[in-house]
């Protein structure tokens, strides 16, 4: 049995009869899913049925942090948010770091499940054992920011953790995110499943400790830890200071930094506007997560015009791309404000942007007129333009109600044609890689359970050169379905289940994340773990997510890109000529599908491999 | 000496060599002048040498809560600010309820005064004894909501109380304010005074308590004052859940509610959009200052079009008033959202909307064209330029520059004669109530020490037709001067000395308030008073602020109103016909004057007159 680490107790919410319990956490689920995301999946997958709308009283959602969260570990203070997403209809499962997970821990929980639909807007306060349904109907309607304040204020405490929708959640915007502080629980619209079930808000505090299997081996791995960040040769002093913006002035030289809703990559040359330089003149501080040694958070603050004064933490490197180069704006100061702006409205920064994009796409092309845009000039470029229309989908407002569902469903909405336009896959809108250039991060996109999501399996190779596992060509298609596989179950693991921040893997242990794992599980929590067995926890929640997604009539077919990434070459940068074709990519799910153990027809698991995976369960509900 | 309630202690910051001291506060300066405001003007008139540029390191500002502050007395945790005033030349002093007063006491001081000036942006951090220089570098350029919380943060303390400046006061505008949470200390360009001297914030924490004299004496008199609030005919239920803006149906019935810059008072009908009912659909919830059981200050979040989601805490009815009805505005929410973008751009919400209404008036006039507003229609009742001239007031861009600096600088530096609707007097714009039908009020905006302010002697005889000292007609000249001495001196000692709140006066205790301050002084500081000897603090206190004044170079020819309400009657509505013209107020000037016992001739206080009230010394110091 766990020793530490775990608190044992997971606490269940149902908001349909205002009823909270106390459930154990047993130890074969520590074991096979660690934590985090493996929790959130082995939930949705027992317990939400095939074909519930996901906007139901039938979703779930987990909040789970991991083992080390509270423990001291550096850089675990993160938690997974799962359910079924209402912007993919696959598995909805995203992370956010700050103060939140701890509290979780801190509360002694492992994880909140929170089940069934309040009659009328609701927030729970929880502190440790303490559950309190309280009335919410106050702060419907209120921004992210103002609605965690009132809570503090309303409670009497203001070290109380919030984390709650904004306005887009509320109207259930199939793109809405969860905000905790100024951090969000960002992809794939789980926002709006807290929207759909009138929660507009958890509020957490705990006064537990997290006990330490062996304080010993803790010590000694906490700081092998420490001196791996400090000797890592990317970490210090560029990143620590720059953030992700820096990864805009690399995929710019690359070539692969998208523009214009994709169809200009490498042509949109104002890199030098948004890029690492460019930020770090509107940098005025940063904010560390719980126990974090680097603090990669930036607080930038906008300087000119109609946006001097305001002050975002962030943007990060994804943000430069959704609110920057993919709608065709190259300053700073209107990323920073439509990065609060989202913020406050509870928007995915990526989805919201690139939402834009294809809309501003269709005005380019005449599809959509001045008529249907409210009277709003949506040529690429035009920040106050941006900025209606973020406002607009989150209340609905117009051309905002036909936005607010994310790309694919406007497309549908609109017809003639556009869901060519429609950058996304799953119905998840695509990160700031360009695939055509990045086969990998292609095959990621496609075949990643949650649709088009970077942090599932990030090529860093293709990127950063990483040599590890092996040294990549990144144009080049040979073995990177196995490369694939090998970013996706050590990133869920090490990351998604055992919630530490990807930095740990990227920049302090890349070669050695797993073992890494696995000493610190040993560490905090007293069971036993090889390398090997912390991978094949990502491989089993790899597993169960993608039997989710069959389960719910997900296949092979699904596993794809859009369109004009497979038929429209690169024109111009470091990439020109480049082009991610429909066979290339089948050769790739080829490649995938059978090092995966899966059917390569269907690209289901097989019986075989989710019974190897302790998995038999999913099998049988499959009926394979 | 005293016994309880004082700390004794006063804290002096000189910013300019970031030194820090403690003094001792004599016991003949709590006799004399209770706290607060008395105290300020006390530190004001001794330490200020006459003609020193208010925004230059000379200046000083004074911190002060009262006696009463954190004593557990409710209503008390106020605090005034004092300093010579930017806008005016006169003495500046406002005061601020909330939760920083009280912490100014926990920290152990009655008062902090600040001076010199810091060589770069710096904020003060004081934990109980503990006072830090930080750096504020990253701080200036912020709003205040956001700059309070990196300071808290920083500090790694949610429970720190932060007041600070936003742009307004870095840019120097002379209409800047100081925000604590979600409250201004407002008027008179404090907040510039602090941009002068680069202080950005002061973040205060303590862990004392405050000593009572006589627990015995303080539980009586605090179960008495609880009672007389329980008691008011006026207080519950109605403005209790209502707050000021039950006032803008009150003056729009009387047809003293000013519209359209005051050329439109009685003929400006929305009433309904702005008042009562219109604001309690869009109360959300409301806050309470430390220890107060009323809770007047409600939260009401915007509704429609690009304001639906804005969160203010207000607005009251003077920025009903601001930004409604004199700018020509009848609906809430862009009320809501201005009042919400003035405490974040650090401005105060009545001389900002009086200088816009002043601009609309000369935009109308054709004296101001769309060249010099840089392009925005400043047509009356135009919410959207309203909003974007606020910015540009704060941070001084274009016509804002223009304005910054309050409605009398505006005409002088727009000349061709506008200085007739610069609606002001001693450069401080006019408070909500059409004075040419509230006589009284009208006097009281005469002689106020601080320039035309509302709360310097507030006739809510005139208003509310409360008969306290007496019964009075509102139209009538008669008995004006008695009354505005009365209501000045009054409210002097036992608000803004004892730092109580306006509304304990108003609807608690009206005919007894000095009685009451004159007990709680005895059980909670062991001070013995009689209610003539509280009476009489105020009436020093008027004096020695008058004494300032005079020795600044005002004259009685500054005793005056803007000339619009001497010559132009009100053309409609509940007060039809009314006008105060020049010699009714001379005639009330040389009552008030008389009564006060100074020179009727000049205005100024008589040496007899200060000598009596213990002024000697400032006798001397204007060689009377």
Redo the contacts between chains.
């Keep these: 049995m766990y020793s530490g680490g775990y608190a044992g107790k997971v606490l269940r919410i149902n908001l349909s009869n205002s009823t909270s319990r106390e459930e154990r956490l047993p130890e074969e689920m520590a074991r096979d899913f660690i934590g985090g995301a493996g929790f959130g999946i082995k939930h949705l997958f027992d317990e939400v049925k095939p074909g519930i709308d996901p906007l139901g009283p039938d979703n779930i959602l987990v909040f789970a942090p991991g083992p080390f969260t509270g423990a001291g570990v550096p850089c675990a203070s993160r938690m997974a948010v799962t359910g079924k997403s209402p912007l993919t209809g696959a598995v909805g499962m995203a992370l956010s770091g700050g103060e939140f997970p701890t509290e979780i821990k801190y509360a002694g929980w492992d994880a909140i499940i929170v089940e069934g639909k309040a009659d009328k807007p609701t927030y729970v306060a929880i502190t440790g054992k303490d559950v309190r349904f309280r009335d919410a109907s106050?702060?419907w309607?209120?921004?992210t920011?103002?609605c965690q304040q009132?809570i503090?204020?309303?409670l009497s405490d203001?070290?109380v953790r919030v984390c709650c929708i904004?306005?887009a959640g509320e109207h259930l915007s199939r793109m809405a995110c969860i905000i905790n502080e100024r951090r969000a629980v960002g992809r794939k619209g789980l926002g709006a499943v807290m929207g759909s079930k009138n929660l507009k808000a958890l509020a957490i505090r705990g006064t537990d400790t997290v006990a330490i299997g062996s304080e010993d081996k803790y010590k000694t791995a906490r700081t092998a830890l420490l001196m791996a960040f400090k000797d890592s040769p990317v970490l210090y002093p560029e990143f620590s200071h720059h953030g992700t913006p820096m990864v805009t002035d690399l995929t710019g030289a690359m070539g692969v930094l998208p523009a214009k809703n994709w169809s200009a990559t490498g042509e949109f040359v104002p890199v030098e506007g948004i890029g690492r330089d460019a930020q770090a003149t509107r940098k005025?501080?940063r904010?560390h997560c719980h126990e974090c040694p680097v603090g990669c958070s930036q607080?930038k603050?906008a300087?000119t015009g109609?946006y001097?004064?305001?002050?975002t933490e962030g943007p990060d490197f994804e943000t430069v791309y959704s609110f920057g180069s993919v709608v065709g704006i190259g300053e700073v100061d209107p990323i920073i404000a439509a990065d609060r702006l989202a913020d406050?409205?509870g928007l995915d920064t990526i989805s919201a942007g690139v939402t834009i994009a294809f809309a501003m796409e269709l005005f380019e092309k005449g599809i959509l007129t001045l008529k249907e845009t409210d009277g709003i000039d949506l040529s690429f470029g035009n920040a106050e333009a941006m900025l209606?229309v973020l406002?607009k989908i989150?209340?609905r407002d117009g051309l905002g109600d036909v936005l607010a569902d994310g790309t694919l469903a406007a497309a549908r909405r609109i017809g003639k044609g556009t869901e060519k336009y429609a950058m996304q896959v799953k119905g998840l809108e695509l990160p700031g890689y360009d695939v055509r250039a990045l086969k990998a991060h292609g095959l990621g996109y496609a075949t990643s359970y949650t649709g088009a999501d970077h942090c599932r399996g990030y090529a860093f190779q293709e990127v950063f050169g990483v040599p590890i596992p092996w040294q990549v060509d990144r144009f080049a298609l040979e073995d990177k379905g196995k490369l694939t596989i090998w970013n996706q179950d050590v990133r869920t693991a090490t990351l998604d289940c055992a919630t530490m921040c990807a930095f740990l893997l990227d920049m302090a242990v890349p070669a050695t994340a797993c073992q890494n794992t696995a000493t610190l599980m040993e560490a905090v929590t007293g069971l036993s773990f090889t390398p090997e067995e912390v991978l094949q926890v990502g491989e089993r929640v790899n597993n169960l997510a993608k039997a989710f997604n069959v389960r719910e009539g997900f296949t092979r077919a699904d596993d794809t890109l859009p369109e004009r990434l497979m038929t429209e070459p690169l024109r111009a940068g470091g990439s020109k000529g480049q082009v991610l074709r429909r066979q290339d990519l089948d050769k790739m799910l080829d490649e995938y599908y059978s090092l995966r153990g899966w059917d390569v027809k269907t690209g289901t698991p097989t019986r075989e491999k989710l019974t190897d995976l302790r998995l038999a369960y999913a099998a049988a509900a499959l009926r394979l």
């Design positions: 106050h702060c309607g209120t921004l920011f103002d009132i503090k204020n309303e203001q070290n904004g306005p005025v501080g904010e607080l603050l300087q109609p001097a004064g305001i002050l406050e409205l209606r406002r989150a209340f």
